[in-house]
């Protein structure tokens, strides 16, 4: 019977740890920052023709800027309120 417990437990572990890993906020915030870093290089070596065809609106600065934003928010919040894996106490029978 403890060989069965063990076996449980070692599940559960891998269990919570690919929930840890595989959480959605940070796989959203992830690309984000990574998608706003990109955008916003972009719009920081914009050219004067770029910024004329968007009526000198830089909107890949912006864009990249809020994306940016939005990926440290998801990743925060993350940060603040990690994943809690319920664990069940075995039942004693």
Known sequence: MSELQNE????ERKSA???RLFDIR??????????GIIVTIAGITAS???LKKAEDININLWTGLGMLALGLFF??????RPTVVPTEEPADE
């Open 8 to 11: 449980v437990s070692e599940l």
């Open 17 to 19: 740890t690919a929930a």
């Open 26 to 35: 940070r796989i959203i915030g992830g690309l984000f920052v990574v998608y």
């Open 48 to 50: 004067d023709a770029d």
């Open 75 to 80: 990743l925060g919040w993350l940060w603040l």
